[in-house]
Structure formats: structure tokens, C-alpha cells
């Protein structure tokens, strides 16, 4: 696990603004999970942090200065010069978005790379109305947005998560059809309680004992959507696969891992159809906003101890 004493805040000068250049200062950053993949020494989903560098992260921000035809003062921006109150960056690293959307920060959520994760997973295997479907880490930024994704697909839908106020978060707020907090027993147990008959899909942002009760519970033909690990990702050593894999085979399983990166084309087609569950008030987004850039790594490492419901955010004040 990441300790306060792995990080430091340091303060340096913003240099001068060259033409073609842009001086944004941001307003909100992200703090994610898989931030802690890229702090070992080694691939993970993409290169690995520098050390006595800034590191980087999802950010939305306001643009304060231009030499840049395409931004101008006041436009609303978002890019990955998280983990810091000013940057200067190319046009090519910014992305303009729309600041009558409130709050702001559901650039980091419901129409940010969260979003975009749930959305992608559940078209990557053409999830149908009537299937029944289980989100591990439901009440998280990807999870809850799953959940209601899938909802929107007319599916059953279960999650499990690790406390009863999230699990009436799910149930109450999200529209999930049964939850459980994985905590109260085993979660084979638990899951088969809530879909006595199978599951068609599982959403995996957990792995571990999650994805091997899932294999236990999904029916011939079912689907496994690897979005994330979380359960592992602070383990010293890697811990041992599923014992039931070989459901793979005698059920006929299909498991497909994927990056949202390299679904960034699809983005207009994204913020069309998910930005208007939003807009109209069919998709909830929630946040846990922490303030102040002093205070981020402590929100990076309540990510791994349950702090956060929804999407974890800091807001730069």
C-alpha cells in the first residue's frame, strides 16, 4: 500500500508563454486506481511513473492565457496534466468541453474516462435487454456507472460492494435490482441469493474471490468484461489464479480484457448517447470531492480503503 511518505508537494515556477502554447489552471483532478499499477517499475496499462517527477492524471481545467487561435480565457478544458494547479501544454493536449454542464467535474466521471469504461465494456459483449448482470466495485466510478448503464439496457442487475450505506447507494440511487456487501459473507453465497438462476454478464473491476465466485455463478455462454484488479493491486506477491477456471471451458465463457484508450475515436459517439443519459437525468453521477491539491494523496490511497462513493475527486482550490 502507497504511503503519505512515498510523495512530495513541490512547488516550482510556470514558465513564460511561447505561441502556440496554453496556460490552463486547473480546477479538478482525478485520482484512479489504476495510478497504482504505474508506480511499480514496470509496464501496467501504460509506462510507469518517473521518479521526482509530476505525475499525471485526468484533470479538468480552465484556460487562463492563450497564444493558441484554438483556445481563448475562460474556455473549460480537460486533459492529463492532472496532480498540479498550473500547466502550460499545446492545443493538441487539450480537449474543450462544455461549461454549462454541472458540476464541472462530471468530466472526470459519468462523461469522463469512467463513463467511457462502463459504456465500451458493455459494448465490447453486446450486453441485451433481459440478461442478468453482476458489477463487482459497484459502488465505484466505473462500477455505479455500470450498473446503470446496464439498467438502461433493460438488464437485471447485481453489484457487490463493501459497506450497507453503498449498498443502499446502489440500490436507492442507482436503480440496481439487489445488492450485497461482500464483507457480510462468502461471496459465492451472497451472489447466488441474488440470481439463483445464473448470471449472463459479469462487469470485473475487482478479480480475486469476486471472479471466481463470478465463474462459479455465470450460465453456459456467459461473458466476463475485464475492466480492473483492484482487489490486487497492492499485493506483494501476485496471488493465485481462480481454482475454476476450467469453467472457461465447460461453460463456454468468453473473457475479454480491454484499455479505453484505444477506444478514444469512439468519444463523439460516447458523450452523444451517455451525455444525454446524463442530461436527462436518466444517469446519476456521484462524487466524493476532497479539497485541495495537499490533500490527494490522501484520496489516491482511500481509493484502496473504501473511502470514496462514486468517482474520487479533488477539487484545486
Same mark, same amino acid.
Given at each position: ?15 513564460? !508563454? ?5 496556460? &490552463? ?17 514496470? =509496464? ?31 474556455? #473549460? ?24 454542464? =454541472? ?16 459504456? &465500451?465494456?458493455?459494448? !465490447? ?7 442478468? +448482470? ?8 466505473? #462500477? =455505479?456507472?455500470?450498473?446503470? !448503464? ?35 459473507? *462468502?461471496?459465492?453465497?451472497?451472489? $447466488?441469493?441474488?440470481? *439463483? ?8 473491476? +475487482?478479480?480475486?474471490?469476486? !471472479? ?7 450460465? +453456459? ?7 480492473? #484488479? ?9 496471488? *493465485? ?7 472457461? $471451458? ?62 474520487? +475527486? &479533488?477539487?484545486?482550490?
Amino acid at each position: 500500500m502507497p504511503i503519505p511518505a512515498n510523495f512530495t508537494l513541490a512547488h516550482t515556477e510556470v514558465g513564460p !508563454l511561447q505561441d502556440e502554447q496554453v496556460l &490552463v489552471r486547473n480546477l479538478f483532478m482525478s485520482v484512479d486506481p489504476y495510478m497504482r499499477g504505474r508506480m511499480n517499475d514496470g =509496464h501496467s496499462y501504460i509506462e510507469p511513473f518517473m521518479l521526482n517527477k509530476p505525475l499525471d492524471g485526468g484533470a479538468v481545467g480552465e484556460v487562463i492565457a492563450s497564444r493558441a487561435k484554438e483556445f481563448k480565457p475562460g474556455d #473549460g478544458v480537460t486533459s492529463n496534466f492532472g496532480w498540479r494547479e498550473y500547466f502550460i501544454a499545446s492545443p493538441k493536449d487539450l480537449r474543450q468541453i462544455i461549461c454549462e454542464v =454541472h458540476p464541472l467535474s462530471v468530466y472526470l466521471s459519468a462523461l469522463g474516462m469512467p463513463g467511457m469504461t462502463a459504456w &465500451v465494456g458493455f459494448n !465490447l459483449m453486446d450486453v441485451k435487454s433481459g440478461e442478468v +448482470v453482476f458489477v463487482s466495485g459497484a459502488a465505484g466510478a466505473v #462500477g =455505479h456507472i455500470a450498473g446503470q !448503464l446496464a439498467k438502461l439496457r433493460g438488464c437485471r442487475v447485481i453489484g457487490s460492494t463493501g459497506s450497507a450505506g453503498k449498498v443502499s447507494f446502489l440500490r436507492d440511487e442507482c436503480g440496481f435490482d439487489a445488492a450485497f456487501n461482500y464483507k457480510d459473507g *462468502p461471496l459465492l453465497e451472497q451472489l $447466488t441469493l441474488a440470481a *439463483p438462476d445464473g448470471i449472463d454478464v459479469y462487469f470485473d473491476n +475487482v478479480g480475486g474471490e469476486a !471472479l471466481e465466485a463470478a465463474l462459479s455463478a455465470l450460465r +453456459v455462454n456467459g461473458r466476463i468484461i475485464a475492466c480492473g #484488479g483492484i482487489s490486487g493491486y497492492n499485493e506483494e506477491k501476485p496471488r *493465485p489464479g481462480p481454482s475454476n477456471l476450467f469453467n472457461i $471451458t465447460t461453460k463456454r465463457l468468453t473473457m475479454k480484457g480491454f484499455m479505453v484508450r484505444d477506444w478514444l475515436g469512439h468519444q463523439a459517439e460516447f458523450e452523444k448517447i451517455v451525455g444525454g443519459y446524463f442530461r436527462a437525468g436518466s444517469l446519476k453521477s456521484r462524487e466524493t470531492i476532497v479539497s485541495g491539491i495537499e490533500n490527494a494523496v490522501g484520496a489516491f490511497i482511500g481509493l484502496f480503503q473504501g473511502q470514496n462513493i462514486g468517482k474520487m +475527486v &479533488v477539487e484545486l482550490t
